[in-house]
């Protein structure tokens, strides 16, 4: 997967999440070895599961194409300056990516 370093500085509480919907962009690879050019549009940390996801776009998608939006748990390294990105497996952690994703969406009107 890709490095990346978290940065702290825009994150703001929602109830209990902590949000952060500052862009960044990731080179992660593809299973044929192939680097994907992908955008970050939220990040976000859930007590509940006690882990942080990250919701990735493609970038590089036309207009006209449905965006497709990609959840992941995001696994920091001990340093804290990389770490991987896992998939989400269990539907409880699905429902509650949807609803957040939802939410942010209707506030941010992407």
Known sequence: MTEHN???????????LDINNEE??????????NEVLYRK??????PEFDKNYVILAEEGASDEDEIELIPMINVPN???DGGKFLPV????EWDMIEEIVNTEIDEENF
Not at 8 to 16: A, R, S, Y
Not at 41 to 46: A, M, S
């Open 89 to 92: 497996e269990t539907d409880e």
């Open 24 to 33: 960044e962009l990731l080179t992660l690879y593809d299973e044929d070895n």
């Open 78 to 80: 001990e340093t804290g």
């Open 41 to 46: 549009v939220l990040e976000f940390y859930n």
């Open 6 to 16: 978290h940065n702290h500085e825009n994150e703001e509480i929602n109830g209990t």
